[in-house]
T-cell receptor, first 115, second 108 residues
Framework: DSGVTQTPKHLITATGQRVTLRCSPR?????VYWYQQSLDQGLQFLIQ???????AKGNILERFSAQQFPDLHSELNLSSLELGDSALYFC??????????????FGPGTRLTVL | AQSVSQHNHHVILSEAASLELGCNYS??????LFWYVQYPGQHLQLLLK??????LVKGIKGFEAEFIKSKFSFNLRKPSVQWSDTAEYFC??????FGAGTRLTVKP
């Protein structure tokens, strides 16, 4: 158990809908990262927040957004869902914002299925 | 920015065989490299990490990796694999860039 929690574990929805994925980092970690893992794209970094502020952006679509709240939990919002958004979404956390010694701890993931 | 690449997509070995998975990085300043493992149905877990110092890094479960600066490589090794090592292995740089992953299947 990494100490990172994600809810829900599974999510099934329809095209065009909007969903919210939630992540709670390990106690003491200030950074939260979101990743998308699909069969054809591999593990893609989406976005990072550090202590409530956006720190880095990866291959995140405009239909997707995220935020980190004062209690450091984070939410990833996915809207206007398409079939291709079906994937496993991982959250990870780390102590630092980046640089050396920035080991990430991963949550169990949320499996999103868009029908 | 640093990027990493893994060229082995799927490796199949018999138990007790030796393992080497390739990882190459492109230099972009600070070199921090990681290997993560994802067992079937589970989340990613850190196997080992390199920040500086001794280029031979020992990790958990008998894995090790060698940082070779001249070859821009950080290959993962294990002298004798077990069936329980069946998993997907990811190399990553410190800037959240992961390689495509290598699926390892160990046949009993």
């Amino acid at each position: 158990d990494s100490g990172v929690t994600q809810t829900p574990k599974h999510l099934i929805t329809a095209t065009g809908q909007r969903v919210t994925l939630r992540c709670s980092p390990r106690s003491g970690d200030l950074s939260v990262y979101w990743y998308q893992q699909s069969l054809d794209q591999g593990l893609q970094f989406l976005i990072q927040y550090y202590n409530g502020e956006e720190r880095a952006k990866g291959n995140i679509l405009e239909r997707f957004s995220a935020q980190q709240f004062p209690d450091l939990h984070s939410e990833l919002n996915l809207s206007s869902l398409e079939l291709g958004d079906s994937a496993l979404y991982f959250c990870a956390s780390s102590v630092y914002s980046g640089g050396n010694y920035n080991e990430q701890f991963f949550g169990p993931g949320t499996r999103l299925t868009v029908l | 920015a640093q990027s990493v690449s893994q060229h082995n997509h799927h490796v199949i070995l018999s138990e007790a065989a030796s393992l080497e998975l390739g990882c190459n990085y492109s230099y972009g300043g600070t070199v921090n490299l990681f290997w993560y493992v994802q067992y079937p149905g589970q989340h990613l877990q850190l196997l080992l990490k390199y920040f500086s110092g001794d280029p031979l890094v020992k990790g958990i479960k008998g894995f090790e990796a060698e940082f070779i600066k001249s070859k821009f490589s950080f290959n993962l090794r294990k002298p004798s694999v077990q069936w329980s090592d069946t998993a997907e292995y990811f190399c990553a740089g410190h800037d959240m860039r992961f390689g495509a992953g290598t699926r390892l299947t160990v046949k009993p």
